[in-house]
């Protein structure tokens, strides 16, 4: 049976078998198919020590914990009056596809005396990396002297001792990597300190918000070269090698926790995210973020992903007795696709499947429960949710599912007939472009409301990525505004095409992405904090007066009308972000 406590997907997983689940692109997260045990993310009051005798629990910041529980405890654990919400995890992509000059940094860095009142490289302040790891043999992150500027790496998915109060994972220290650093053997070393960035895409980030330039005769360093480093590997327990949420939280939490107990201002950079959801801010995960950046002297920057382009998101405004079609296509061999349309709940809207062979499933007439369709040789799981206690909207959502491998390709639609319409504006998204076949897509697609989440948080700096050899704005970007309250997003936009950053194995590498863009702001925020904070000049410039300083600081285009979807507040430019 459904319950209003639990998350409108968690309500689905729980209601389907675990064959579908795993035929599921979206449903299966969180479950471990070998100990039939769920990964959990709960909201809650008071003192969990009552679940402890059938729960493995990391507690987190802000009243938010990680459950580990067998299936058949969910109810028992949905009863306990202390807990309030209950989510499953979702999976994270990376949004990948000489610009410090670009964003004003220069003129603040001085090696040769780096005492001078106005010299800012970060000295005091760290900058902590939520990724894939790090090359932490990268003579980027060395300093002059030989040893690693690297604080701390929680690699999630190694083996060995975890971090106090978490329970996955190694943590190494610095003396650890300072002594794998002296081994020349790198059999010796990887066997010291078993830690690899086998994508590169940590490394590249690090690179842009703190690489010191020492490979390369300081060529290419990043915007704050003298702060520390703490690093995050996030696990990817999930067999599509993906992280998920619940390791994003635990990360987050770790890296705030860190920062003070260190009494360090800490910038944090996440160039991860997904489609599911609201794109509002009204998650469990977008909540708990908001929380972080309230706690402690921080600031946290999130990319808004590369959807913008991608053709995975659409939506409209309907009046009451119209009817509209909204067009898509399932690519071949594609083997896994859900649709999400989210409305406002007092809108009734009669929604319908019309297959490439024409045949109409429909209308889909749930509430709050569970029901499988069979329609071309596949099976439909609909779901329509009610308002939680944390959003008053209403998700119709719908789970593609194969019977034979693949999905029945081709042209279908949902045939959306409004009945009574108070509001009218609907959103459809699928799945994140980087998960899907480029063919399956909405065939008349809107680029506005594609950032991904969490770049929807609210207490966030969400930064879009432009071009800064032409200064156009990246057509990949993702673009705003959120969707319930229309807020402005991104923040700023910042370099994030054809950037040279570190690489793993050593050397530099170009990239592109809306991830190479964040790490340039999540640089020039600790470069304030480093002014501000550490160099006494403004004690409170951390979270959102930090933000309201780049924006205010921000560079805008001619007759260009700001705030905008693409833009925000305009172009990153730290020289005229000081208070």
Same mark, same amino acid.
């Given at each position: 049976?459904?319950?209003?406590?639990?998350?409108?997907?968690?309500?689905?997983?729980?209601?389907?078998?675990?064959?579908?689940?795993?035929?599921?692109?979206?449903?299966?997260?969180?479950?471990?198919?070998?100990?039939?045990?769920?990964?959990?993310?709960?909201?809650?009051?008071?003192?969990?020590?009552?679940?402890?005798?059938?729960?493995?629990?990391?507690?987190?910041?802000?009243?938010?914990?990680?459950?580990?529980?067998?299936?058949?405890?969910?109810?028992?654990?949905?009863?306990?009056?202390?807990?309030?919400?209950?989510?499953?995890?979702?999976?994270?992509?990376?949004?990948?596809?000489?610009?410090?000059?670009?964003?004003?940094?220069?003129?603040?860095?001085?090696?040769?005396?780096?005492?001078?009142?106005?010299?800012?490289?970060?000295?005091?302040?760290?900058?902590?990396?939520?990724?894939?790891?790090?090359?932490?043999?990268?003579?980027?992150?060395?300093?002059?002297?030989?040893?690693?500027?690297?604080?701390?790496?929680?690699?999630?998915?190694?083996?060995?001792?975890?971090?106090?109060?978490?329970?996955?994972?190694?943590?190494?220290?610095?003396?650890?990597?300072?002594?794998?650093?002296?081994?020349?053997?790198?059999?010796?070393?990887?066997?010291?300190?078993?830690?690899?960035?086998?994508?590169?895409?940590?490394?590249?980030?690090?690179?842009?918000?703190?690489?010191?330039?020492?490979?390369?005769?300081?060529?290419?360093?990043?915007?704050?070269?003298?702060?520390?480093?703490?690093?995050?590997?996030?696990?990817?327990?999930?067999?599509?090698?993906?992280?998920?949420? %619940?390791? *994003?939280?635990?990360?987050?939490? $770790? #890296?705030?926790?860190?920062?003070?107990? !260190?009494?360090? /201002? +800490?910038? @944090?950079?996440?160039?991860?995210?997904?489609?599911?959801?609201?794109?509002?801010?009204?998650?469990?995960?977008?909540?708990?973020?908001?929380?972080?950046?309230?706690?402690?002297?921080?600031?946290?920057?999130?990319?808004?992903?590369?959807?913008?382009?991608?053709?995975?998101?659409?939506?409209?405004?309907?009046?009451?007795?119209?009817?509209?079609?909204?067009?898509?296509?399932?690519?071949?061999?594609?083997?896994? %696709?859900? *649709?999400?349309?989210?409305?406002? $709940? #007092?809108?009734?809207?009669?929604?319908? !499947?019309?297959? /490439? +062979?024409? @045949?109409?499933?429909?209308?889909?007439?749930?509430?709050?429960?569970?029901?499988?369709?069979?329609?071309?040789?596949?099976?439909?799981?609909?779901?329509?949710?009610?308002?939680?206690?944390?959003?008053?909207?209403?998700?119709?959502?719908?789970?593609?599912?194969?019977?034979?491998?693949?999905?029945?390709?081709?042209?279908?639609?949902?045939?959306?007939?409004?009945?009574?319409?108070?509001?009218?504006?609907?959103?459809?998204?699928?799945?994140?472009?980087?998960?899907?076949?480029?063919?399956?897509?909405?065939?008349?697609?809107?680029?506005?409301?594609?950032?991904?989440?969490?770049?929807?948080?609210?207490?966030?700096?969400?930064?879009?990525?432009?071009?800064?050899?032409?200064?156009?704005?990246?057509?990949?970007?993702?673009?705003?505004?959120?969707?319930?309250?229309?807020?402005?997003?991104?923040?700023?936009?910042?370099?994030?095409?054809?950037?040279?950053?570190?690489?793993?194995?050593?050397?530099?590498?170009?990239?592109?992405?809306?991830?190479?863009?964040?790490?340039?702001?999540?640089?020039?925020?600790?470069?304030?904090?480093?002014?501000?904070?550490?160099?006494?000049?403004?004690?409170?410039?951390?979270?959102?007066?930090?933000?309201?300083?780049?924006?205010?600081?921000?560079?805008?285009?001619?007759?260009?009308?700001?705030?905008?979807?693409?833009?925000?507040?305009?172009?990153?430019?730290?020289?005229?972000?000081?208070?």
């Amino acid at each position: 049976m459904e319950s209003q406590k639990l998350e409108n997907l968690l309500n689905v997983s729980l209601q389907v078998t675990e064959t579908e689940r795993k035929e599921s692109l979206i449903l299966d997260s969180g479950f471990h198919s070998d100990t039939k045990q769920w990964d959990l993310i709960i909201k809650y009051s008071g003192d969990l020590s009552s679940i402890s005798d059938y729960a493995a629990v990391t507690v987190l910041q802000g009243g938010y914990a990680i459950v580990t529980l067998n299936e058949a405890d969910i109810p028992r654990l949905t009863a306990n009056p202390l807990v309030e919400f209950i989510e499953k995890p979702k999976t994270l992509y990376t949004a990948v596809n000489t610009a410090v000059t670009s964003s004003c940094i220069l003129n603040y860095r001085h090696y040769s005396n780096p005492e001078l009142p106005d010299s800012l490289l970060g000295r005091g302040t760290i900058i902590a990396c939520i990724d894939s790891g790090i090359d932490y043999t990268h003579p980027d992150f060395i300093d002059d002297s030989g040893s690693s500027r690297i604080l701390f790496i929680w690699d999630q998915g190694a083996a060995g001792t975890p971090p106090s109060g978490y329970r996955q994972g190694a943590e190494f220290s610095r003396e650890q990597i300072n002594a794998a650093l002296r081994l020349q053997n790198r059999s010796e070393r990887e066997q010291l300190l078993p830690h690899w960035d086998f994508s590169g895409h940590g490394t590249a980030v690090l690179g842009i918000a703190a690489g010191n330039g020492r490979a390369s005769n300081r060529n290419y360093p990043g915007a704050a070269p003298d702060c520390d480093i703490i690093v995050v590997k996030l696990g990817t327990p999930d067999a599509s090698g993906f992280p998920r949420t %619940l390791e *994003l939280m635990q990360a987050i939490d $770790y #890296v705030s926790r860190k920062g003070a107990a !260190l009494g360090r /201002p +800490t910038a @944090i950079n996440l160039s991860f995210g997904n489609n599911y959801g609201g794109h509002d801010g009204e998650s469990l995960l977008e909540q708990f973020i908001d929380q972080i950046a309230g706690i402690g002297r921080t600031a946290i920057c999130v990319g808004t992903g590369n959807e913008a382009a991608a053709a995975t998101h659409t939506g409209g405004l309907l009046k009451t007795g119209q009817t509209e079609d909204v067009y898509f296509s399932i690519s071949p061999y594609e083997t896994n %696709l859900c *649709l999400q349309l989210w409305k406002q $709940y #007092v809108d009734d809207i009669s929604i319908s !499947l019309i297959t /490439p +062979t024409g @045949i109409r499933v429909g209308p889909l007439v749930t509430k709050n429960k569970t029901v499988k369709v069979s329609a071309e040789d596949m099976e439909l799981i609909i779901f329509y949710g009610e308002p939680s206690p944390y959003s008053m909207s209403q998700e119709i959502f719908i789970d593609f599912i194969n019977r034979s491998y693949y999905l029945q390709p081709g042209l279908w639609s949902v045939h959306l007939e409004a009945q009574n319409i108070i509001d009218g504006k609907y959103d459809i998204w699928m799945p994140g472009s980087i998960s899907l076949n480029s063919m399956s897509r909405f065939y008349y697609p809107d680029g506005d409301t594609t950032l991904t989440i969490p770049s929807t948080a609210r207490k966030v700096i969400s930064v879009g990525a432009y071009n800064h050899h032409n200064n156009n704005y990246a057509t990949f970007s993702g673009r705003g505004p959120t969707r319930l309250n229309q807020s402005i997003k991104p923040d700023l936009a910042a370099p994030g095409v054809d950037i040279m950053s570190t690489a793993a194995g050593g050397g530099y590498d170009r990239v592109t992405g809306t991830s190479f863009a964040t790490p340039f702001v999540t640089g020039a925020a600790a470069l304030l904090m480093e002014w501000g904070i550490v160099k006494g000049n403004d004690p409170y410039l951390y979270g959102e007066k930090l933000k309201a300083c780049l924006l205010k600081g921000a560079r805008r285009r001619g007759q260009q009308h700001y705030p905008d979807s693409q833009w925000g507040w305009g172009r990153l430019c730290l020289e005229d972000s000081f208070p």
